[in-house]
Nanobody, 122 residues
Framework: VQLQASGGGEVQPGESLRLSCTAS????????IGWFRQAPGKEREGVSC????????SYADSVKGRFTISRENAKNTVYLQMNSLKPEDTAVYYC????????????????WGQGTLVTVSS
């Protein structure tokens, strides 16, 4: 399944954005999905993931309490609600199918789909 992220934009610190992850083909129902981000000059890092069946989730320490991942299978979409955004959240955000459990997520070895740029700046 090939995924694409959308919903990015430029916001001020403290504001919110909701990102969406959709499949250009196929269904997300049976996939655990992870959100990742890559800031300028930095390596890509995991942000959050959600299991396909139980809906269990996991978050990076840097976003716990501020970001919420959810899924709406009827709309074939996984969301990342980002609140209290900080300048250090500035990055291109991607979603990908990865193993997910409450302790974290697995690696993604496929081709990354379209990301969405989030810029947090005053």
């Amino acid at each position: 399944v090939q995924l694409q992220a959308s919903g990015g934009g430029e916001v001020q610190p403290g504001e919110s954005l909701r990102l969406s992850c959709t499949a250009s083909s196929g269904t997300l129902d049976y996939y655990a999905i992870g959100w990742f981000r890559q800031a300028p000059g930095k390596e890509r890092e995991g942000v959050s993931c959600i299991n396909s069946s139980s809906g269990s989730t996991s978050y990076a320490d840097s976003v716990k309490g501020r970001f919420t991942i959810s899924r709406e299978n009827a709309k074939n979409t996984v969301y990342l609600q980002m609140n209290s955004l900080k300048p250090e959240d500035t990055a291109v955000y991607y979603c990908a199918p990865v193993p997910c459990n409450p302790t974290g997520w697995g690696r993604y070895f496929g081709s990354w789909g379209q990301g969405t740029l989030v810029t947090v700046s005053s």
